[in-house]
């Protein structure tokens, strides 16, 4: 009689562990909520990865657009600053013009009229625009010493010398007008014939030439070279401006030049002329010096005071040899246009849309995954465990109703071959036997 099977579970235990002692421990983390959690923790784990390769994305597409951006704001800066000195140079450049205008008048005390002189002066002083940016300009006429006493009796006055320049004094006639050259002082004298505005003609037949010494070395200059030469930027009536010598050539015998030129271009007039070309004023901003010589002579600077240098970013920097001067200007932006152009040049938004999405559903699948691979192993181990308890259960069976019977029919067969004459009588006996 064969003895009965021993009872099946109807739920066997899935074990998945590395020690398996650990019985119980190894049942609660795989069906606790510990496993699971472990689960979501991956899916978690998923989606910050996607969060961060996001970032990096925004971040090299954000660095690509802040470069490209920067590119265009430095070319722009580059046409800017060569736009705004060709300005200023055109005008330098036409002052040989504006002197061969007035050469060999016939009238020597009196060589242009008002209207006439007027011209000249808003012809110069426009700089290409629609603005004249002269505050000040004169013509001093070359008077030599063996003509003055002629020259004077047709003007009816004498010739005055201005007095030096002091900074403490006010611009009214009784501070710079000075006495009459005393007679045969010097070869030749320059004494103003012309100027602008109406309200300087006080200073008309003075010579001006050594009132102020950063004036009387570019004339000298210029009437040496018969080229343009700027000063270095001084006080005048209306302020701090720079000044343009241009010296007046001659046809004449024993002349090599017929007097000089100076237009004074007040320093808030730049403001115009660079700040102009700027695409507003409230991002973009200048910084003009003069720097002949290692000086850094402030010329214009449209800088606010409440912004600080770090919040600015450098686009370009141009130095261009202006009469003989070295300016350099810079111009600026701020950190904040940048920043805005950036944004909308890169539109990261998308970028942060497509991988918040892109991850959460990759957490979310990932979870899933796990839970039905989780499932599946499960399903898999009850499968080969109860395939595997249902063939050793049979073969248990059959050892224990076979085995015995096999094995003792042999030993009967083997011990008792040469008495029992064939294998069936040997077989009935083992048999009996048992």
């Avoid at 102009?276 to 003009?288: I, Q």
């Avoid at 606010?304 to 370009?316: F, H, M, N, S, Y």
């Avoid at 699948?365 to 839970?371: A, I, P």
């Avoid at 085995?403 to 004459?421: E, H, K, M, N, Q």
């Amino acid at each position: 009689m064969r003895p009965a099977a021993a009872a099946q579970p109807s739920a066997p235990d899935i074990l998945i562990c590395f020690d398996p002692n650990d019985r119980v421990g190894c049942t609660r983390r795989l069906h606790g909520p510990e496993m699971k959690l472990r689960y979501v923790a991956t899916g978690f784990l998923v989606a910050a990865l996607l969060i961060v390769i996001t970032w990096g994305a925004v971040t090299v597409r954000t660095n690509d657009a802040r470069s490209f951006v920067i590119g265009l704001e430095e070319h722009q800066a580059a046409s800017i600053l060569a736009a705004s000195f060709g300005q200023v140079l055109s005008r330098v450049g036409a002052m040989p013009s504006i002197a061969t205008s007035v050469m060999d008048r016939s009238n020597r005390t009196h060589p242009l009229s008002p209207a006439a002189w007027l011209h000249v002066v808003e012809t110069f002083g426009k700089f290409g625009g629609e603005r004249n940016l002269v505050s000040q300009m004169s013509y001093a006429l070359r008077v030599n010493d063996n003509e003055r006493a002629e020259w004077e009796a047709s003007l009816g006055r004498p010739i005055t010398r201005a007095k030096v320049f002091n900074a403490s004094h006010p611009r009214t006639p009784e501070y710079v007008i000075g006495d009459p050259f005393p007679e045969h002082d010097k070869e030749f004298y320059l004494p103003i014939v012309a100027t602008y505005p109406k309200t300087m003609e006080w200073i008309l037949y003075s010579d001006f030439t050594h009132r102020v010494p950063v004036r009387t070395a570019a004339i000298l200059r210029t009437l040496e070279t018969l080229k343009p030469v700027a000063a270095a930027p001084f006080e005048v009536m209306n302020g701090r401006a720079v000044t343009f010598h241009q010296a007046v050539a001659s046809s004449r015998p024993n002349r090599t030049h017929d007097g000089w030129i100076g237009a004074a271009i007040s320093l808030d007039a730049f403001s115009i002329i660079f700040d102009g070309n700027l695409p507003n004023t409230d991002d973009y901003f200048f910084h003009l010096v003069d720097v002949t010589d290692g000086a850094s002579l402030p010329m214009h600077n449209s800088i606010p005071d409440g912004v600080q240098q770090e919040d600015l970013i450098t686009l370009a920097t141009k130095e261009v040899l202006v009469a003989e001067r070295s300016w350099r200007a810079t111009m600026f932006v701020t950190n904040a246009a940048v920043e805005l152009e950036v944004q909308d040049s890169a539109d990261t938004s998308w970028y942060w849309v497509a991988g918040s999405v892109t991850g959460v559903l990759l957490g979310v699948l990932t979870t899933l995954l796990l839970h039905q691979v989780r499932v599946r192993l499960i399903t898999q181990a009850q499968v080969v465990k109860a395939t595997t308890a249902s063939n050793t259960h049979s073969s248990m069976l059959r050892l224990m109703n076979h085995g015995r019977c096999t094995l003792a029919l042999w030993s009967v067969s083997w011990l008792f071959a040469d008495i029992v004459p064939s294998c069936a009588c040997a077989q009935s006996f083992a048999i009996h036997l048992l």
